[in-house]
């Protein structure tokens, strides 16, 4: 029997640009997150851009618009998939209700201290801080997904603990905010205006229990004693 002579070789196969085949739709979804990240990281939001991502992800500009409308919608993912790594857990409803005020109040604040540390979180909230001015879509983003996502879980708690009469506010949405506030004040300045070293020196753990006993002085029920107004709150702060 006759061999006939092997053909040319066949070209290589090209890589293709689209949507991922391999993997589930979460996979893919964290593999795009994943490289938003890094272009965010490297390039800044000003000069990042979706063609950018998508080479980096190795996907097609339109698989991005099929999830997210422009830039800033993309990086609103992107700082809320960061968040969502230990608030979803920390914010649930069973495991805070089942522990005192004290315990659950310092759960959030040492979560939300951990979270901010995180280098990629403090790389993000820096560039958050310093690009918002310029780009109002931006700070517009920020401020209706992942703070006002940690504002509502906290003030829900707070909510749940006066109907059971364990706390005394008459706000628990400003009260809630305020507690964010004194958690994150000194940290939020020193990652943008201090070096990794000063960040390092923070003692995080003797700040969150100092914050939350200064903000349970004003909280906690006294018999007699009407619920805590947002001014006398800050009273309690000062």
Known sequence: MELLPPGPPEPPKKSR????????????????????????????????????????????????????????DLLGAVTMRLVEADMDTVLATDELDRLEPRQALTMMGEAITRRACDPQTAALFRILATEAHRFPELAAKMRGN??????????????????????????????GTL?????????QECLLFGSAEDLGKLDYDAHVAHVVDIFLR???????????????LLSDFS
């Open 17 to 72: 640009v689209g949507r991922p085949r391999r993997g589930t739709e979460c996979a893919r979804a964290d593999a795009l997150m994943a490289a938003a990240t890094r272009v965010f990281l490297r390039d800044g939001y000003g000069t990042a851009s979706i063609d950018k991502v998508a080479s980096e992800a190795g996907v097609s500009t339109r698989t991005i618009y099929e999830r997210f409308k422009n830039k800033a």
């Open 146 to 175: 992942s703070k006002q996502r940690v504002d509502d879980g906290v003030a829900a708690y707070l909510r749940r603990q006066v109907s059971r009469g364990a706390l005394a506010i008459d706000n628990p949405d400003r009260a």
């Open 179 to 187: 507690f964010l506030h004194m958690v994150t004040a000194e940290l």
């Open 218 to 232: 004003g909280v906690l029920p006294r018999a007699g004693r009407p619920p805590a107004s947002s001014d006398q």
